[in-house]
């Protein structure tokens, strides 16, 4: 029984073997064929590859100031929102130096919120440093001349913004 297994598979792999050598032959034989036309169609593509690298080249070319133009576009645009960011910042320094209190130093029991102070104003209303010497002097006399007398003014409250986080 070992021997007629030895001998089929003996058969078998012969079999397999004149198999591999057929397809390969055929394949070579395929690819021969093949060759002269894609020969051809390497040959018929080439002037239309070599049209597609000049006008690509030619596209970059007119795309150059076009794409300086958004570099700088961007640069100007980085430095505005640099500035209008120290502006922001600067204003809020400026509302600690007037004298303006923060919720987190504390409550002394009269809670008198400025008004304009929801949200810095844009650099375009900036007051400068001189305007706002100026009303810190005015708001610092009117302080000062109410708590020499009595006045008609009476406090309203205006609701506060929170922010939900």
Same mark, same amino acid.
Do not use: Y
């Given at each position: 029984?070992?021997?007629?297994?030895?001998?089929?598979?003996?058969?078998?792999?012969?079999? !397999?073997?004149?198999?591999?050598?057929?397809?390969?032959?055929?394949? @070579?034989?395929?690819?021969?064929?093949?060759?002269?036309?894609?020969?051809?169609?390497?040959?018929?593509?080439?002037?239309?590859?070599?049209?597609?690298?000049?006008?690509?080249?030619?596209?970059?070319?007119?795309?150059?100031?076009?794409?300086?133009?958004?570099?700088?576009?961007?640069?100007?645009?980085?430095?505005?929102?640099?500035?209008?960011?120290?502006?922001?910042?600067?204003?809020?320094?400026?509302?600690?130096?007037?004298?303006?209190?923060?919720?987190?130093?504390?409550?002394?029991?009269?809670?008198?919120?400025?008004?304009?102070?929801?949200?810095?104003?844009?650099?375009?209303?900036?007051? !400068?440093?001189?305007? @706002?010497?100026?009303?810190?002097?005015?708001?610092?006399?009117?302080?000062?001349?109410?708590?020499?007398?009595?006045?008609?003014?009476?406090?309203?409250?205006?609701?506060?913004?929170?922010?939900?986080?």
């Amino acid at each position: 029984a070992e021997v007629d297994f030895a001998h089929e598979a003996s058969k078998l792999a012969q079999k !397999t073997d004149q198999a591999m050598q057929t397809a390969t032959n055929k394949a @070579r034989t395929i690819g021969q064929d093949l060759q002269p036309g894609i020969e051809k169609t390497a040959a018929a593509l080439q002037p239309g590859i070599e049209k597609t690298a000049q006008k690509a080249g030619e596209l970059a070319e007119q795309m150059k100031p076009k794409l300086a133009e958004a570099g700088e576009n961007a640069k100007k645009g980085l430095f505005k929102a640099a500035a209008q960011a120290a502006s922001t910042a600067i204003w809020f320094q400026s509302l600690g130096s007037a004298g303006m209190e923060s919720d987190e130093e504390g409550d002394t029991g009269g809670t008198a919120e400025c008004p304009g102070t929801s949200a810095p104003p844009r650099p375009e209303q900036m007051p !400068t440093s001189a305007e @706002r010497k100026t009303e810190s002097t005015q708001e610092v006399s009117q302080v000062t001349s109410a708590a020499e007398g009595p006045s008609d003014f009476q406090f309203k409250p205006e609701p506060r913004e929170t922010a939900s986080a």
